[in-house]
């Protein structure tokens, strides 16, 4: 059986724009332009041309830049607006104007003061008015989510005998439910007589957080058009996202339709669309969000090891991500570490492992995500310890202003327990003097290095000392949250070498 074809209307450089602060120029709306035609989108609605100078020159320009798509302007069911939007729209190779008036209890007596038989006559006028211009004409029912149905078939059908070739049902305030929305549409596929002669096309925003969900509903009940954004971005709480719609129809092949989308295009086209808008992705976002496909539970991760479908339903790499990820945390377990560190080119036993992931727990508590620098340090410390003879055991530091720095150091050494206190001009110094007092062995430091990976204040600083004893120079190196404890460590890693 034949896929049935959904046509993706992308209004992120018009309705998406509209998001206070992410307004773009033209030569970034060129390249997002640009970008959605090699992304596959069937139309680009380029912007309202009336609404200011600059929107009208981008629809220009965006009409000589792409070929493929359907160029689209938005107007108002006035003649003027319709008039500039066809100016604006005179270079593009598929022309379209969208226009379009409230048919909702709340618009026509609350916004526009008129009467249900005048609204229906100015949306006829504007649709007619419109096909002067182009044969590719798309009327909105603004607030169409809390308009009558028995009314809105009504405009429906006069609007698609005036000329309209896609009927666009916005639930414009978001408003209602996956359900409702679902046969508002089945209503209008049921009651319009002349259905057949034009598409029906989905415009839901996010103000409840359904606007995926009612888009998904209007398709399955016969709009073969929806109306989306990049990221889902859009005025207030957003519009319906392009890749959440793209993604469920790819995922879920019973529905038995299709797009024209690269999905392997969507990661990329969501990172511009972010970066030129200055508008981050939430972390959580579905199939873009940096945390998509990132897995931080030991469950998960052991999981997704044994089998990716175990826990993911996409493939990242069909949306345009290199692969998964495994964010180590302190729910992670030693599959999850062996696996990241064989990545990064490590091969270790079962006990090393076992030891290492000590280590790694310790690590993560204190900084809640361990990354790859943190595992190389991890490393560096571990394969020294081997051939440790002094082990740290406890570490009491007392400073600050105005105050002397006092260390008190307790070490193990081939087991036995020593204990020292020590004054110095700094923590570091008073612990080192502290060490020195145990082990009653002449060093000379010769270099003393701390390194933070990321520059965090919670990040694992690296620590490198020189020491010279009896002419020979040794190097000791450690790792931790805790930078006097980890300078401690790296000094004892190289006095182990010394006694």
């Not at 526009?112 to 419109?130: F, H, M, Q």
Request: aromatic letters at 6%; glycine letters at 8%.
């Amino acid at each position: 059986m034949s896929k049935d074809r959904v046509y993706i209307f992308d209004t992120t450089l018009r309705d998406g724009e509209q998001v206070p602060g992410c307004q773009l120029n033209t030569i970034e709306k060129i390249e997002v332009a640009k970008m959605l035609e090699g992304l596959g989108v069937d139309v680009i609605e380029a912007g309202f041309p009336i609404s200011s100078p600059g929107d009208f020159n981008s629809v220009i320009e965006i009409s000589k830049a792409v070929t493929e798509p359907v160029v689209c302007g938005l107007t108002r069911a006035i003649k003027r607006d319709i008039e500039v939007a066809a100016e604006a729209l005179k270079y593009a190779r598929r022309p379209r104007i969208h226009t379009g008036i409230g048919t909702s209890y709340y618009h026509i007596h609350h916004k526009l003061n008129s009467t249900p038989e005048k609204i229906i006559a100015r949306g006829i006028d504007a649709v007619k008015y419109a096909k002067t211009f182009v044969e590719d004409v798309e009327f909105y029912a603004e607030d169409a989510g809390r308009t009558d149905n028995k009314f809105l078939a009504l405009v429906v059908e006069k609007m698609i005998g005036a000329g309209a070739t896609v009927i666009n049902i916005p639930d414009t305030t978001g408003y209602t439910l996956p359900e409702e929305y679902g046969k508002k549409i089945k209503y209008l596929m049921d009651h319009v007589p002349n259905i057949d002669k034009a598409i029906l096309s989905t415009h839901c925003h996010n103000d409840l957080g359904m606007a995926t969900a009612n888009t998904m509903s209007g398709v399955i009940n016969g709009a073969r058009q929806v109306e989306v954004t990049i990221n889902g971005i859009g005025e207030r709480a957003g519009n319906t996202s392009l890749e959440e719609v793209v993604m469920i129809l790819k995922s879920r092949k019973h529905l038995n339709l299709e797009t024209n989308i690269n999905p392997r295009k969507i990661y990329n086209a969501s990172r511009l669309v972010s970066t030129l808008m200055r508008m981050p992705v939430q972390p959580n976002k579905a199939i873009v969000g940096r945390n998509a496909f990132a897995h931080s539970s030991g469950i998960h991760q052991d999981g997704v090891l044994k089998k990716r479908e175990n826990y993911e339903i996409i493939n990242p790499k069909t949306v345009g991500i290199k692969e998964s990820s495994f964010v180590l945390t302190a729910r992670s377990g030693r599959a999850a570490l062996k696996h990241r560190l064989k990545a990064l080119g490590y091969s270790f036993e079962k006990d090393a492992i076992d030891s290492l992931y000590e280590q790694f727990i310790a690590v993560a508590d204190a900084k809640k995500e361990v990354d790859d620098d943190d595992l190389k340090a991890l490393v560096g410390a571990s394969s020294r310890d081997i051939k440790r003879n002094l082990h740290l055991h406890r570490l009491q530091v007392l400073c600050g202003k105005g105050s002397v720095p006092v260390a008190t150091v307790t070490i193990e050494w081939e087991g036995t327990i020593h204990s020292a206190t020590a004054e110095g001009n700094g923590p570091v110094d008073a612990a080192f003097s502290a060490v020195k007092m145990i082990i009653k062995k002449k060093v000379k430091l010769e270099e003393f290095l701390i390194q933070a990976i990321h520059r965090g204040s919670n990040d694992l600083g690296k620590v490198h000392v020189r020491v010279e004893s009896k002419g020979q120079v040794y190097y000791g190196f450690s790792a931790s949250t805790d930078i006097i404890t980890a300078s401690v460590e790296a000094f004892l890693d190289a006095l182990s070498q010394t006694v």
